[in-house]
């Protein structure tokens, strides 16, 4: 038996979120069919590093299963991605020891969310870009963004129907850059609760928009009540960007930053900002 890792890119605007459900619209339910199809057999069983939402994208999702088939990888590439829609890929696989383990062994999780601040919305990007209309003060967003940095209870950014069994979480990176009419926003943490990020969006975009002050961010870490908070936010513009593991799995390491520039066809800059 051995164990294999996947990396998979989709757009999350076709399909119920990740996770399995009744009705099979899900990204697991699609991938698991091709791979019991290239495997020939009746079901596989897949586990992923991050279950993303209804709407959500990814340009590396990280799954394993355990098989007896044995194939070349370039094998695996091709054959799957030839029984998957287009809105779903397989970027790469690899052998990997037994104990890896897709979700219990990240060490990392980075999301971008990516918004529009226009006056009209665009039709050609409905789906893959969040849209605010009102003017945004990027200072007091990246204010309120440093508030968040660090291990904190994060309740009143978890959904109600979160399963974690604690809301303790380490944001270990949360920026704000500007390219034009684009606001990129990066999310870094160990682990991520349910709706979080679309939460603390829901949030910046108030601070943004000069409806809170930043220092409200203390207010509603100190009182752990979703209700007290903002509204979550849209999926169409986020994205999970990057699964961090340990070097000794051989995993392919490009940064979150590439696989986003790549994806957009935008560059860094000499000190690292996207140009």
């Not at 399995?20 to 020939?40: H, R, S, Y």
């Amino acid at each position: 038996m051995s164990r294999i890792a996947l990396g998979i890119a989709y757009d999350g605007a076709p399909w119920h979120g990740w996770q399995t459900q009744p009705d099979g619209l899900t990204v697991q339910d699609t991938l698991e069919k091709a791979l019991a199809t290239f495997l020939n057999q009746d079901k596989a069983a897949t586990i992923c590093a991050g279950r993303t939402d209804t709407g959500v994208h990814a340009l590396q999702q990280v799954i394993h299963l355990d098989t007896a088939a044995q194939r070349r990888d370039e094998s695996w590439v091709r054959g799957l991605n030839a029984l998957l829609p287009s809105s779903i890929a397989v970027r790469w696989v690899r052998t990997v020891p037994l104990d890896f383990h897709a979700r219990y062994g990240a060490q990392a999780r980075t999301y971008f969310y990516l918004l529009r601040c226009a006056r009209v919305r665009s039709p050609h990007l409905a789906g893959r870009v969040g849209w605010c209309y009102h003017e945004l003060n990027i200072g007091l967003m990246r204010e309120a963004a440093r508030l968040f940095l660090g291990e904190h209870d994060f309740s009143a950014f978890r959904s109600a129907q979160c399963q974690a069994a604690s809301p303790v979480r380490t944001l270990q990176r949360l920026d704000v850059t500007m390219r034009g009419e684009f606001l990129v926003f990066r999310f870094v943490a160990n682990a991520f609760l349910h709706h979080m990020v679309r939460n603390l969006m829901g949030t910046l975009i108030a601070i943004g928009q000069a409806k809170q002050p930043p220092s409200w961010v203390n207010h509603l870490l100190a009182q752990r009540d979703r209700r007290l908070s903002a509204p979550t936010f849209a999926p169409d513009g986020l994205y999970l960007a990057h699964v961090a593991y340990p070097e000794h799995y051989g995993l392919p390491q490009s940064s979150p930053d590439e696989a986003l520039l790549t994806h957009l066809g935008w560059s860094l800059d000499e000190g690292g900002g996207i140009t």
